[in-house]
């Protein structure tokens, strides 16, 4: 069953810095695991010492909780240091990578066997391989338990955060593994796979042309493209529903898993924002170390580095490790300044700064076309709740996202439930806290909310 | 203004925790915060950017929509004073010094006494003082007949904030309108300053009103010529050479509370606060609607003269404009979610005319219309979140 969704509220946040369509190779010396990058993990252990070698798809680390599911190295080279924080929490497993990559031989099908295999021997290659920490689950955004069987999988096949990659782009001539991505993830569910397709443009082939699954098209500005915003309208999570979520590169990660019978962590990353010089992107792997990528590429000195989109991503250092679900880092100015009210601060006009509202002096509606450059200030002051009925405008799920947020602060499990918990994860609700008058963390909220909930 | 940051920085340690002011903090950081944004960034994790708004700008948009209000006020309350002793063709700056020198001591003291209860609570609760006092001083002097006396206003400042807020936990928890809370103490403890024919017109001592002259509102008027069996729009007309005329009590040159007589400064004022998003359109509308709607079925029932009038003489009449536009739409007092705000709105239309005609002993219904919806906003809100779980429990069982 297709569906088309056209969705009305959101809004689009038009940064600066877009990416130019052209890749270059760009492999860093080290990679990174950072078990902070998986929800729901517990308790991280180690499974080699510094000194060890590796290949890609070598097992590192795996969660004492849920022991089947192996974490594994994205290239070949040695382990190269083990960083803890606090309390000896496992923070990073670094990996010095060889110049070329070798890996480690899983199993090998064609696209005709793949259908013919059973559950058990799909779901072992995939959590020994080192692919299955790309599915995740709804409710709760973690990742899946392999012994559960969820009732659908959605893939969105386009992103709408704030200068994301241009998935046809980047995935462009992967039909193939898709297709067999698609194949394997089928055996895994209850009912169909849905590949959702971007209904505001011309999609590439990889996506529309793909077999055994249910295409819908989605249209609309962010999020549209946030897959949990999809599923809420195509096939919704009710209390006691499971939901597979799979990002298009986890699709084909898996795809070449089973053709080729190797753990492939290369992807291509897009590195924009204002302060990058020349904004394009990069082919690496999972969890690159990002030095290379800024080296002599930034405008200025005074920055911040996200792994991940404006909305989402979080504050790296320079030369720290890109997330492993992120396909792009984002560079924007530090905004650590103190803005006198009459000349740049709350009674000033400004058209630079970019404002969902249209209250007195904000002027940025009047160019939509605008590229901004945003800086990484608060642009205010926490305060109490007051303002009501701007959440609703950028939240095109029926929810009520000040109800929701109001029973997560008062931890009223009940309401939290009845209001709809369990179809919303952080990203969702990232523009509410984008355009918040009182400058609350609503994504820490809801991730405490659903904390709650799984307890 | 590197200097006044230099200053500021330098005495921020001593009001910080170990610092010899440190109960003061929450003083300081209102006043620090509002002649510098502050420099604090996003955190590592969540939004790495956030929108231009905040909510000292949100506030100080509201104020700006109260403006014309005030100005036309200032400029209305020398106006009346004049007319009434007989010199209404004074020059527009005497009028108009003649209003700042009554309305300016109202909008200081509102200011000053609520600010000073805002100020210490926030000392002794700990928490940061909220700018929705902006508005609320402004609004509580706009409501005030422009002889009020100064302790009265002080005193309802006070016991506003306190009851009307505070007590429900600070800014984001009231339950009432803390400016309409403010006109009703005054209401109800001294009704003889806020009611009646005396108290619109400011008159010095030993003045007396020019021949044929009133100081009686409309609404006075026509409560009045209900009783009487006559017919209120052409008794009025006789009234004060024509002031009562359906264009002139929109433009708003007739005896009322300081901001509340001039529609047509209202819709001004509304037109900023829904341009804007800062005030709910859906809200302002429906208390208009409300208001014409149930102004037309008294118009059918038509069982006395008052019920008689024409229903659009309701809209410029008394503080229905003031309170639809500035009081119905705050967001913490009013229905939150977006259906709610319509049957909301609506319901205090109803409620005014209701109050206006079948209550003769309050002849101003939008006070306590707005203040019984305050009360009901909740219970509206509950159905139509109740709704929203139903379906999502709906989907479930399927």
């Known amino acids: ?455 | 203004m590197k200097f006044l940051e230099d200053i500021l920085h330098k005495q921020r340690p001593m009001f910080e925790k170990g610092g010899k002011l440190e109960k003061f903090y929450y003083l300081f950081e209102a006043g620090e915060t509002f002649l510098f944004t502050p420099p604090t960034v996003n955190k590592n994790t969540g939004v790495q950017v956030r929108d231009a708004i905040d909510l000292k700008r949100m506030m100080i948009t509201v104020v700006i929509a109260m403006v014309p209000c005030l100005l036309f006020g200032i400029w209305n309350a020398g106006h009346m004073h004049f007319l009434a002793i007989g010199q209404g063709e004074a020059s527009l700056v005497d009028k108009l010094l003649l209003g700042l020198q009554l309305v300016l001591p109202v909008v200081i003291v509102a200011y000053a006494a609520g600010g000073l209860v805002e100020a210490i609570f926030a000392i002794a609760r700990k928490h940061p003082i909220n700018e929705g006092f902006l508005v609320t001083g402004m609004l509580i002097p706009l409501v005030m007949p422009v002889t009020i006396p100064l302790w009265q206003v002080a005193l309802a400042s006070i016991f506003a904030v306190i009851i009307a807020k505070e007590v429900f936990g600070g800014t984001g928890m009231n339950i009432l309108n803390v400016a309409m809370t403010a006109r009703a103490f005054l209401y109800f403890a001294y009704p003889a300053e806020i009611s009646g024919d005396k108290v619109w017109i400011y008159m010095n001592e030993g003045e007396k009103l020019a021949d044929g002259f009133t100081g009686a509102t409309f609404l006075g008027i026509a409560a009045s010529a209900s009783t009487d069996g006559t017919n209120v729009v052409q008794t009025a007309s006789t009234w004060n050479g024509g002031m009562y005329d359906f264009m002139n009590m929109f433009i708003g040159a007739i005896p009322g509370s300081i901001g509340e007589t001039s529609t047509l400064m209202c819709i001004i004022g509304a037109a900023i606060l829904i341009f804007t998003g800062v005030g709910s359109w859906k809200i302002i509308a429906s208390v208009f609607g409300g208001a014409y709607l149930t102004a037309f079925l008294f118009n059918l029932i038509g069982l006395n003269e008052f019920m008689l009038m024409p229903a659009h003489y309701h809209l410029v009449i008394g503080g229905l404009a003031f309170g639809a536009v500035f009081m119905a739409t705050d967001p913490v007092s009013a229905a939150q979610t977006e259906r709610g705000k319509w049957i909301y709105g609506f319901l205090i239309g109803f409620f005014t005319i209701i109050i206006r005609i079948t209550n003769p002993a309050y002849p101003e219904g939008i006070m306590l219309a707005v203040l019984l919806m305050n009360v009901f906003a909740p219970l509206i809100d509950f159905t139509i979140v109740q709704g929203n779980k139903k379906r999502r429990l709906q989907r479930a069982t399927v």
Not at chain 1, 115 to 138: A, C, D, F, H, Y
Request: aromatic share 10%.
């Open chain 1, 1 to 455: 069953m297709t569906k088309n969704l056209k969705l009305k509220k959101g809004f689009t946040i038009n940064l600066a810095g877009k990416a130019e369509l052209k890749t270059t190779e760009k492999p860093s010396r080290t990679y990174a695991i950072k078990p902070t990058d998986f929800m729901g993990m517990v308790r991280p252990k180690p499974m080699l010492k510094e000194g060890d070698s590796v290949k890609a798809g070598t097992p590192i680390l795996y969660d004492k909780k849920s022991d089947s599911i192996m974490f594994t190295s994205p290239v070949s080279g040695e382990i190269a240091e083990i960083v803890r924080g606090e309390k000896r929490a496992l923070l990073e497993v670094r990996i010095l990578a060889d110049s070329n990559i070798e890996y480690e031989t899983f199993d090998k099908y064609t696209l005709s066997d793949l259908s013919s295999l059973s559950r058990e021997s799909i779901v072992e290659q995939m959590t020994k391989s080192g692919v299955w920490p790309n599915i995740i689950q709804r409710p709760f955004g973690v990742i899946a338990d392999p012994s559960e069987t969820p009732k659908s999988i959605f893939i969105s096949t386009f992103d709408t955060h704030p200068l994301a990659p241009d998935y046809d782009y980047i995935f462009k001539n992967e039909d193939k593994y898709f297709q067999a991505g698609v194949a394997v993830l089928k055996k895994l569910a209850k009912g169909a796979v849905n590949v959702n397709l971007n209904g505001n443009a011309e999609v590439s082939q990889v996506f529309s042309h793909v077999k055994n699954a249910n295409i819908n098209t989605v249209s609309g500005i962010h999020p549209a493209g946030c897959v949990g915003v999809q599923i809420h309208h195509i096939d919704p999570i009710g209390k006691g529903d499971l939901v597979w979520t799979v990002n298009p590169f986890g699709v084909i990660q898996i795809g070449k898993l089973f053709l080729e019978g190797i753990y492939d962590a290369s992807k291509t990353i897009a590195v924009v924002g204002s302060e990058v010089k020349n904004p394009q992107y990069y082919k690496t792997y999972i969890g690159a170390n990002v030095e290379p990528l800024l080296k002599n590429n930034l405008n200025s000195e005074h920055i911040r580095v996200i792994s991940g989109n404006v909305l989402t991503g979080k504050k790296i250092s320079k030369n720290s490790y890109l997330g492993y679900y992120d396909h792009q880092i984002t560079v924007i100015p530090e905004g650590d300044r103190p803005r006198f009210f009459l000349s740049d601060g709350w009674l000033a006009p400004t058209a630079s700064r970019l404002s969902f509202h249209k209250a007195l002096g904000l002027l940025s509606f009047l160019n939509p076309k605008k590229e901004f450059k945003l800086d990484s200030s608060m642009n205010g002051e926490e305060r109490a709740f007051v303002v009501t009925g701007a959440f609703e405008k950028v939240v095109p799920m029926d929810i009520l996202p000040t109800y929701l947020i109001k029973a997560i602060m008062a931890g009223d499990y009940d309401e939290m439930e009845a209001l709809g918990i369990y179809e919303v994860i952080e990203e969702y609700l990232a523009l509410c806290e984008f355009i918040d008058v009182s400058k609350h963390d609503i994504q820490s909220l809801v991730r405490e909310g659903i904390d709650l909930i799984r307890e």
